[in-house]
């Protein structure tokens, strides 16, 4: 069956670090990947989308990476700060179909000051 | 800067009343969208719909649910026959073009089904 797999546990890091979160997939042949941020009570806010012929976008402090051959995606803030803690989602479009993203259940990032 | 905005924010409800959930999307946005999510679980898609008509539903979306635009800015869902596992946020999605895009969320009304 077709997976989308965040890590469940909270990734807690210290202000000024990079953090790293990782979105991994089964079963899918993506078209494009997306990253939403979301904060408690509130809805999902885009962050960056990565199509499957590419390996990096970068916006900002945000970096991500798409390996197809890996069936992973990372997603990178550097210099992170307090303001970045919030649940991080990762949405796969899968090719050939519905062009409805499909969402992970996201990883908690804490960034303590 | 736009925004989608959903209203109301917080609905208390009864089992097997009917509830409407309402949504002003984008004003230039041609897709519009229902998601949930249960709390603690993922995002799930429920509808999507595009020219005064569903394009894609999902599972959850049964015939106790139906959408909706009766005028030029509105996007309603409804529930017709609220079960107590129909308690979640929802939450409503805009986006300009189908393909290669972002959705644009709306704060999500929270339903609670008692």
């Known amino acids: 069956s077709q997976k989308i797999e965040q890590n469940s546990e909270a990734l807690n890091i210290q202000e000024g670090k990079t953090a790293t979160l990782t979105c991994n997939y089964t079963n899918y042949s993506p078209a494009y990947l997306q990253w939403y941020r979301q904060d408690p009570g509130r809805g999902p806010v885009f962050l960056l989308l990565i199509r499957e012929n590419e390996k990096e976008k970068r916006k900002e402090r945000l970096k991500v990476t798409f390996d197809t051959t890996l069936k992973q995606s990372l997603f990178h803030i550097t210099a992170s700060q307090p303001a970045d803690s919030a649940t991080y989602l990762c949405a796969l479009v899968a090719s050939g179909g519905s062009y409805i993203p499909t969402f992970g259940r996201g990883t908690s990032l804490i960034v303590h000051p | 800067e736009p925004e989608v905005t959903q209203t109301p924010s917080h609905q208390v409800t009864q089992m097997g009343q009917e509830v409407i959930l309402r949504c002003v999307p984008i004003s230039n946005h041609l897709y519009f969208y229902w998601y949930r999510q249960i709390l603690g679980q993922k995002v799930e898609f429920l509808v999507s719909f595009y020219n005064n008509e569903i394009s894609e539903k999902s599972e959850i979306f049964d015939d106790q649910f139906s959408v909706e635009r009766p005028d030029g800015s509105n996007f309603t869902l409804k529930i017709r026959s609220t079960k107590l596992e129909d308690s979640a946020m929802y939450f409503c999605?805009?986006?300009?073009?189908?393909?290669?895009?972002?959705?644009?969320f709306g704060q999500g009304t929270r339903l609670t089904v008692v």
């Open positions: 999605a805009s986006s300009d073009r189908e393909v290669n895009t972002e959705a644009f």
